[in-house]
């Protein structure tokens, strides 16, 4: 029986430099709609500063004097879930605990920002221990101001995941846990020297290896994936920015006799950013990809490229995103070339009241697969609340729920997972210093994107 739910973990894989894009490797930057956004904001009177790594007091960092610092993190989440396996039928139920330790070292030059973070995921089963897991990742970030008008951001990664139950590269409920490891680069260039015509350049290079499971050797799903783009201004109207957005995708198998096609994806787009503040942001483009192979006698695939993301701030107390995305990915089936992704998610966040945050999360996808496999649709829908104790501590309590359809009853699945968390952290608060015509003054401010 083949692995059910499409290629969830094939489009992270794939996606990873899209996401370089809009995250910035030293720390993310963010727009001010999202600073603003109930799940986002700072609050600073719920935000711990990190350890200082210099023998110096807080006030000497007004000089510049203390650039070295630590966040920590430590999460414990224990819950129910009612199908572990993600099977259709003979489903095992299991109370679980997963733990996400992280540590995160900065170093913050005049005009640079470096940082180190290592991370955790360690998961257990009550009733199946076959699942057990342990994911671990590490990445270096840094951001270097090149001139006042130019920033470049790199960012180097590697990481040991477990695949994800259900998902294309899983072999099914008969095999205990599967894993691989990843191992990145990336660099990002923006510029604003033509004025209200930003560019921005990303490059994005990334090494998968699978480990042999159960004396299953899976060293044909190896490959590497290349990805450039550049989202480049041309116009402005208003709050309103136009671009146009080329880019490239190269997939590389290491054992083309696996079954498992080299393909180039080209794509040309066309989009447009709304910019409201601190209240609003949307932005969005439209246009065509075109997926070529190096395997004779399959043909050249053309197909639309369609992304989209808002966010609206409609009070001081809730926020409501969206997000849309249409494009033509790699598959991992021997059987079947590439699948077409259609995904739809909405969000709200509510604060009833003070440092309780409720949310609530839906999300569409919609495999299409070109080859002999059969279509398949996974819905997700989520509630969540976080309730922030104090700056150093928080609980939160979850309810999801996916089901899964399919044009093949086997690979249909639908599961139920509820589950308590509490976390204790040091982070994210720092002090910002900046010059200005009045001297150096310091600001508070929290360090967004440091742990996941």
């Not at 499409?6 to 894009?21: E, I, K, M, T, W």
């Not at 005009?111 to 057990?132: H, N």
């Not at 921005?200 to 042999?212: E, H, I, L, N």
Request: charged share 25%; net charge negative; hydrophobic share 35%.
């Amino acid at each position: 029986m083949r692995a059910r739910v499409a290629p969830r973990l094939a489009a992270v894989l794939v996606g990873a430099a899209a996401v370089l894009a809009a995250v910035a490797p030293a720390s993310a930057q963010i727009s001010d709609a999202e600073r603003d956004s109930v799940g986002q904001r700072p609050r600073l009177d719920y935000e711990s500063y990190g350890l200082s790594l210099d023998p110096v007091d807080r006030g000497a960092r007004t000089t510049g004097s203390s650039p070295v610092y630590a966040f920590t993190r430590m999460e414990v989440e224990t819950g129910h879930d009612s199908n572990v396996r993600r099977v259709s039928s003979g489903e095992t139920a299991s109370v679980f605990t997963v733990a996400r330790p992280g540590l995160s070292l900065h170093l913050d030059g005049e005009k640079q920002q470096t940082s180190l973070t290592g991370q955790a995921a360690i998961g257990r089963y009550g009733s199946s221990s076959g699942d057990a897991y342990e994911d671990l990742q590490l990445n270096l970030r840094s951001r270097i101001e090149i001139d006042e008008d130019a920033d470049l951001a790199l960012n180097a990664g590697a990481g040991r995941f477990h695949i994800e139950r259900g998902s294309d590269l899983d072999l099914g409920p008969a095999f205990g846990t599967q894993t691989y490891r990843a191992y990145e680069f990336g660099a990002q260039l923006q510029t604003l020297a033509l004025a209200d015509k930003p560019i921005v350049g990303t490059v994005q290079s990334t090494w998968y290896r699978f480990d042999d499971v159960d004396g299953v050797d899976r060293s044909g799903l190896d490959r590497w994936i290349g990805v450039g783009n550049a989202r480049i201004g041309f116009a402005q109207a208003g709050e309103v920015s136009f671009f146009v957005q080329p880019g490239v995708q190269r997939v590389d198998y290491s054992q083309n006799d696996a079954g498992n096609p080299d393909s180039t994806r080209l794509d040309l787009s066309v989009g447009a950013t709304y910019s409201g503040g601190a209240v609003s942001q949307v932005s969005g483009f439209a246009g065509v990809s075109r997926r070529s192979y190096s395997q004779s006698g399959t043909a050249a695939e053309f197909a639309a490229l369609v992304g989209a993301k808002a966010l609206w701030n409609a009070t001081d107390l809730m926020t409501v995103t969206g997000d849309l995305s249409i494009s033509n990915e790699d598959s991992t089936l021997s059987n079947a070339s590439s699948v077409a992704t259609t995904e739809i998610g909405l969000g709200l966040d509510y604060e009833p009241r003070d440092n309780v945050i409720l949310g609530t999360r839906l999300r569409w996808t919609d495999y299409r697969y070109s080859g002999d496999v059969e279509d398949e649709r996974l819905f997700k829908a989520g509630l969540d609340v976080r309730y922030l104790l104090n700056e150093y501590a928080y609980v939160g309590a979850g309810l999801r729920w996916e089901d899964q359809a399919s044009n093949d009853p086997a690979n249909e699945f639908q599961a139920t997972v509820a589950s308590l968390r509490f976390g204790a952290k040091l982070c994210c608060l720092r002090d910002f210093v900046t010059d200005d015509r009045e001297g150096r003054t310091v600001r508070q401010g929290v360090v967004n994107g440091v742990f996941r």
